[in-house]
């Protein structure tokens, strides 16, 4: 069975500063991982995603992360911190084929002081 | 289009009340989805329609029932619902390649 584990229930950082999200996961093939973020109330929006091929990708609002297989890790990185990126995060593993369930880890709420 | 829309955003019922969630994609993905999500929890898996068939049912009670009319349309109907089922309900959608898409949700108040 397919699981995701987001160690860190909070976080608090300081605008500006560097912020690293982590996720762990558990999947018995090749997975596909997502990160996607949640504003208060509204729906989820993809931050990233990794399907294969180069390890670090990019993802939108200076958002980073990188894929490690060794340490089924998939964590979530920006090097500096806007006060607007207070939310909650998402890490998730699937199949990308049609229909294919997707796994959410627990959440991690991001705060972030002025 | 890159959208999963999502109508009604804010629906408010009785627990006598029969009500449908609607939900839209016109990206021509072929699998859909309903996930209910309580406050402060990540999103829960209802149920997944591939190629306008149930495919997974996550042992959801019968007053929840989805139906796919078509391959651009998803809904969901709420019966005898009990204030417990209020949540945020989204849609999804996938295609193999490209990713889930969300809908913004629709919050459920059970009355």
């Known amino acids: 069975a397919q699981s995701v584990t987001q160690p860190d229930i909070h976080i608090t950082v300081s605008e500006g500063a560097s912020l690293e999200l982590r996720c762990n996961y558990s999947y018995g093939a090749t997975p596909y991982l997502f990160w996607y973020v949640q504003s208060p109330g509204q729906g989820l929006q993809l931050l990233l995603k990794y399907f294969s091929g180069d390890t670090l990708v990019q993802g939108i609002k200076g958002f980073e992360a990188e894929f490690k297989r060794s340490q089924s890790s998939f964590n979530l990185r920006k090097p500096s911190v806007h006060w607007s990126d207070a939310a909650e995060y998402f890490c998730a593993v699937g199949a990308n084929n049609a229909g294919n369930m997707l796994t959410f880890g627990g959440g991690t709420r991001l705060m972030v002081k002025p | 289009d890159t959208e999963v829309t999502q109508t009604p955003k804010h629906l408010v019922m009785g627990m006598t009340n029969k009500k449908s969630l609607k939900c839209e994609q016109h990206?021509?993905?072929?699998?859909m989805y309903w996930y209910k999500q309580k406050a402060k929890k990540p999103p829960e898996l209802m149920f997944v329609?591939?190629?306008?068939?149930?495919?997974i049912n996550e042992s959801v009670p019968s007053r929840f029932s989805p139906e796919c009319p078509n391959s651009s349309l998803l809904n969901l109907h709420l019966h005898a619902l009990q204030p417990e089922d209020s949540a945020l309900y989204l849609c999804?959608?996938?295609?193999?390649?490209?990713?889930?898409?969300f809908g913004s949700g629709t919050r459920l108040t059970v009355v």
């Open positions: 990206m021509g993905h072929r699998a």
């Open positions: 999804a959608s996938n295609q193999g390649g490209y990713g889930y898409t």
């Open positions: 329609y591939s190629y306008e068939k149930l495919s």
